[in-house]
């Protein structure tokens, strides 16, 4: 499979796919991509990033997980496309750090600690600050029970461990404007 994908972004490209083999060793494949002759304009280069970083530019995101590590990762990845990121490990912690404003998008995870649910903290962030408050929940979790729960408050679920550009992707949709 990722042979057949090299093969063909080379034919994009219009490079040549090159093959070394050693009998009994293994095989070497490999690509030469020319450098670019002049580098993009400064238009269409501060183009491309507004674009890649729209909508999640200046966002305020909050991320809600028991497991600190989890926080920690989450901030970095989304600080890294542009998000201003406020992290809790529960509600009462969201509720603190969200200071009465209301986040753009809130990332919950289904167990928290003392028995409670990321559904649970983002009914009553909801309760607070408007049902249309968007969000996904990121969960290890795969019963029924946590995507009923889900599906019962719109939410869209991705499982753990989750791929950027899954998460990315998920982002951008929930937080484009409606059409």
Not at 32 to 52: I, K, M, N, Y
Request: proline share 4%.
């Amino acid at each position: 499979l990722g042979l057949a994908i090299v093969e063909r972004i080379s034919r994009l490209l219009k490079v040549e796919v090159q093959v070394r083999s050693r009998l009994g060793r293994g095989s070497v494949f490999s690509v030469r991509v020319p450098l670019a002759r002049q580098p993009l304009a400064t238009q269409q280069r501060s183009s491309l990033g507004a674009h890649l970083a729209v909508p999640l530019q200046g966002r305020r995101l909050l991320v809600i997980d028991n497991e600190q590590m989890v926080l920690q990762s989450m901030q970095g990845l989304l600080q890294q496309w542009g998000a201003d990121v406020l992290t809790a490990a529960d509600l009462e912690q969201a509720l603190s750090c969200l200071q009465g404003r209301a986040p753009d998008l809130a990332l919950v995870d289904y167990h928290l600690d003392g028995g409670r649910t990321g559904l649970q903290a983002l009914a009553a962030l909801r309760a607070q600050f408007g049902e249309d408050l968007p969000a996904l929940m990121i969960t290890a979790d795969r019963t029924e029970d946590c995507r009923q729960g889900a599906r019962a408050l719109g939410v869209s679920v991705l499982n753990k461990p989750i791929k950027a550009g899954k998460l990315r992707a998920s982002l951008d949709t929930l937080l484009s404007p409606r059409r």
